[in-house]
């Protein structure tokens, strides 16, 4: 069978959640038995979103091989259980900074370097790349923004020529719409849906099956209008309802028949139906949890819920492993200080101190740090999270008042979080950071060990900042312990304190492998934790 490429555009508005869509279609895909993976196309012109502010476009997603993501890539990963990589992830910029790289070097002597065809040649070369390995029986490409946008046009140009070229049973087009609710009228509207697929067809894209985003449910009669005016097959307009969970939504999208509309438009035989036992199960745990637990998020992003997805979708996953809902209530790190401390984190059965970049928040993050740590409260930090408990022990156990990280005080005498040596000779800011998996070993006896059940393990990584070996003998001795180090560079990766009941601090992220189906050990443990504490913790005592 030749590789089948399903395109997803989205039309009227953006947020529509175009990478649920996709996942859900991939996820069914592959519980039918088929390979499956997804890219994504972005029309910006940033190499990557690694240099975006979290409020501009919320969580950077790193990949095993270490690039850094668009977050749809954390749902593809989630849904599918499949890694993704470099090539999953387009955009603009590297369309572009492949091409003008290449006339630079003379491969297009002669000629006049245009949109079409050397921009759409090169973005169509990209579609296809997962393709060529044969890995894969179907590649799903979701192309970012909303059709009509002036950057996302040489994407629809590339996908019209695709489906141009390609043999017709091995493209499908899905298009993903709104259809509003105008509450005074009490009815849903068709226009922006027509005008939006117009807008494809005029490019020369016409979609097979257009996914209708709802409030309320569409009845026959619109369905058979929009399939009318859309030009598409009664029956490949298909609703998506706004769901409980996005983990329903495969679900929801297998009772539309969208999977079986992919099979059929792409010739694929002798499917099956899709097999989602341990998938369903999971669903099922997460909808009647039989006890709930309040977890205290610390970020500097908090105001934006993107921004932080991961961590967000690991606790939906640990909540569901220990059959409990986990609330996780936001606190901006910023406003925490000495002061209010209890206050802000009352109420907080575990605590977990966040990634980030930059001064801003810092202190307020120590300060979470240290009532975590005194009150015995289960607490999990991540990246910057872990690199704070750090700094906190060193100003309030080791009695360095003026500890810090490079990254905020340079300055300091007691650089107990430093540059990596070397990140220090870097200019570029781009891609530049330690990226993606790195071995880490755990020690025997330590809790980070017993929560994975074993001592090698392998992280997502994304930082500039390191743990101070010079500083560790005197933490050790005075109870923070280096449990966790890269084999190779002996680079501290998990720090805990036995005498707590539950405190790990890691340098790595959890968060992004953490998925429905394999939910992450530190994340299921912090929860785990959170629950006796909330049961027999000190004030309950
Ligand atoms: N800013 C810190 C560093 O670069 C932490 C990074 C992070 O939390 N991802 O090391």
Redesign the pocket.
Same mark, same amino acid.
């Given at each position: 069978m030749n590789t089948k490429y399903i395109f997803i555009t989205g039309g009227v508005a953006s947020s529509l959640g175009k990478g649920i869509i996709a996942s859900s279609l991939a996820k069914l895909l592959q519980a039918r038995g088929l390979r499956v993976t997804i890219q994504k196309f972005d029309p910006y012109i940033n190499i990557d979103p690694g240099t975006l502010n979290p409020y501009e476009h919320g969580e950077c997603y790193v990949t095993e091989d270490g690039a850094e993501t668009d977050l749809d890539l954390g749902h593809y990963e989630r849904f599918l259980g499949v890694y993704t990589s470099k090539a999953n992830n387009v955009t603009t910029g590297k369309i572009y900074h492949t091409v003008i790289t290449k006339e630079r070097e003379g491969a297009y002597l002669g000629k006049t370097v245009q949109i079409v065809p050397h921009i759409t040649d090169e973005i169509k070369r990209r579609m296809l790349l997962l393709g060529a390995t044969g890995d894969y029986d179907v590649i799903l490409t979701e192309i970012g923004g909303t059709v009509g946008d002036m950057e996302s046009q040489p994407f629809v140009e590339a996908v019209r020529q695709l489906q141009w070229e390609l043999p017709e049973e091995d493209c499908m087009s899905v298009h993903l719409t709104l259809i509003p609710y105008l509450s005074a009228a009490k009815e849903l509207k068709t226009k922006p849906t027509q005008h939006s697929v117009q807008m494809l067809q005029q490019s020369g894209v016409t979609p097979d099956v257009i996914v209708c985003r709802t409030e309320h449910p569409l009845t026959e009669e619109l369905r058979r209008k929009i399939a009318l005016f859309c030009n598409v097959k009664p029956g490949h307009v298909i609703q998506s309802i706004d769901a409980w969970s996005i983990y329903q939504v495969p679900l929801n999208m297998h009772e539309e028949h969208l999977d079986e509309l992919a099979v059929r438009k792409l010739g694929i035989e002798n499917f099956t139906q899709p097999e989602l036992g341990r998938w369903k199960e999971f669903l099922s745990r997460l909808k009647h949890p039989s006890a709930e637990v309040n977890i205290t998020l610390v970020g500097k992003y908090v105001e934006l819920q993107d921004a932080y997805k991961s961590i967000l979708e690991a606790f939906v996953h640990a909540g569901a492993a220990n059959d409990c809902k986990v609330n996780v209530k936001t606190v901006q790190s910023e406003n925490v200080n000495a002061a209010n401390v209890a206050e802000m984190l009352a109420g907080a059965d575990g605590i977990l101190v966040?990634?980030?970049?930059?001064e801003r928040g810092l202190e307020g993050k120590v300060c979470a740090v240290r009532y975590a740590r005194e009150n015995g409260i289960p607490f999990l930090g991540?990246?910057?999270?872990?690199?704070m408990c750090v700094v906190e022990f060193a100003r309030n156990v080791l009695g360095w008042k003026d500890a810090a990280?490079t990254?905020a005080v340079p300055q300091t005498t007691h650089p107990v979080?430093c540059?990596?040596e070397d990140?220090k000779t870097l200019t570029l800011k781009g891609g530049t950071? %330690?990226l993606g998996a790195y071995d880490c070993h755990l020690e025997e006896g330590s809790l980070a060990c017993s929560l994975y059940g074993r001592t090698e393990i392998s992280e997502r990584? %994304?930082? %500039?900042?390191?743990f101070n070996s010079d500083y560790l003998e005197d933490f050790e001795k005075n109870g923070l312990k280096a449990v966790g180090r890269n084999p190779g560079t002996g680079l501290v990766e998990v720090v805990e304190l036995p005498e707590h009941p539950f405190f790990i601090g890691v340098?790595f992220?959890p968060e992004y492998k953490s998925t429905p189906e394999r939910p992450h050990p530190l994340f299921t443990g912090l929860v785990k934790a959170a629950l006796t504490h909330r049961d027999y913790g000190p004030e309950k005592k």
């Open positions: 966040a990634p980030g970049f930059g991540v990246c910057l999270g872990m690199q990280s990254e979080i540059m990596m990140q950071m %330690r990584h %994304r930082h %500039r900042y390191e340098q992220h």
